[in-house]
């Protein structure tokens, strides 16, 4: 059965979105049947890593953080954006060494930096662990850095590593 649907749930996935985006018909379940088998192939053919989650019930507690950090930017990004005040706002880079190397730990981090308003992932050095982020309003690097640290990379390190 692994060898036919090696991923099922992507599956399943798949063709539950092609049966809600199209109409529902004889022809479209056949052809969202083709298409997420043939998605659930290609995504073998990758040979993707399982993650290893240790400490899984930390999932919540970061997707908390996440979704107020989120809320938080928003509210910020409008204030610099509809209030006008840019007077002393200086755009930056922001270099930060990481200890995670936990590939899909990155992946995770990559997504809350990107996910976040007025932070962008630029690029990581796999060699040295170093990130860089732009910052939309950076007032002092070391707090950026401390942040990442210590509100992210801190918890994707107990739950990946």
């Known amino acids: 059965m692994s060898r036919a649907l090696p991923y099922p749930l992507l599956t399943a996935a798949l063709l539950l979105m092609w049966l809600l ?4 018909s004889t022809g479209q ?4 049947a083709a298409v997420a088998i043939g998605a659930s192939h290609a995504m ?3 040979q993707p890593s399982k993650p290893r989650l240790r400490r899984w019930q930390l999932l919540p507690k970061l997707l908390g953080i996440v979704v107020l950090d989120i809320l938080q930017s928003n509210i910020d990004v409008a ?5 006008g005040d840019r007077r002393g706002r200086v755009a ?3 270099a930060i060494p990481l200890d995670l190397r936990d590939k899909t730990g990155l992946a ?4 809350i930096v990107t996910s976040t308003p007025g932070t962008a992932w630029v690029e990581y050095a796999p060699d040295t662990g170093v990130l860089l982020i732009h910052v939309l309003d950076l007032v002092d690097g ?13 918890l ?4 990946f590593e």
Do not use: H, P, Q
Not at 29 to 32: A, C, D
Not at 108 to 111: D, E, H, R
Not at 142 to 154: G, Q, T
């Open 156 to 159: 994707l390190m107990e739950i």
């Open 92 to 94: 930056g880079f922001v």
């Open 21 to 24: 985006l199209t109409s529902f």
């Open 44 to 46: 073998a053919a990758l």
């Open 142 to 154: 070391a707090d950026w850095v401390s942040l990442i640290k210590n509100r992210y990379e801190a």
């Open 29 to 32: 379940l056949l052809v969202g």
């Open 108 to 111: 995770l981090l990559s997504c």
């Open 79 to 83: 204030r610099i954006i509809i209030g």
